[in-house]
């Protein structure tokens, strides 16, 4: 087993307690929970923060949904029956629709133009906020649907929007994500489109929207421990001194 000198020791030592150095992961997104309802979020179209029984953080959850609130979209329920806040979701493919609102190129939410394949109407959550140092975004997210081929080509998709990079969120069901964000400004979006044609309604829930630190890779965990061992063994020596 190579044990190194305590001289080649002092750099890890000194990494180590930059490390404990480095600002706190600044506190934004506000409100990831949602338990203070939209607060701090950009509303794009139709949207509310909803209690619901699959929470993870707290008891509400984010819903975002691409049903009308006066046209019939899920006949035969009535119309407006899914929409979430009687707001309607903005135009997709339109000027001044959802594309504008998230800082996208007209036509970046289409799925597959060439295909002729496009978006109708949806709605989103934003928010712009700052990380001091690398840090990872976490968020839980369910889909509901009443199209058959959500998630799918030519369906309803769900995403994400990190720093005008879009990441589908998959079809009916539930799950997590992360990603690692840099230092930096970042703009976050959690959206909900109806493709193809503006029926059959898509709800995205969202909640435990998180920045946490990020854990070291095993490398830096031994970099770090061999710090801790020549701290440990300088305060020891010292205490021998005595
Ligand atoms: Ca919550
Ligand atoms: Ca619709």
Redesign the pocket.
Known sequence: MFIPRLPELRPAALLLALGLALPAVQAAPING???AGLNGWTVLGDAAALASPQ?T?????AWIGTASASLVDDAPQAAGALNLSGQEPLAVGQPGGLEAGLGLMLGALDPDPALFIFAIEGSALLQDFVTLAPTVLHFDWWIDSADPLAGQAGGDQAFVLIDGVLSPLGGPGSGSFSALLGAGSHRLAFGVIDVADALGSTRLGI??VHLTAPVPEPKNWALMAAGLAAVGFTVQRRSHRR
Do not use: K, L, P, Y
């Not at 953080?57 to 959850?61: Q, V």
């Open positions: 929970s949602f338990e929470a953080e707290g008891s509400r959850i909640d435990a």
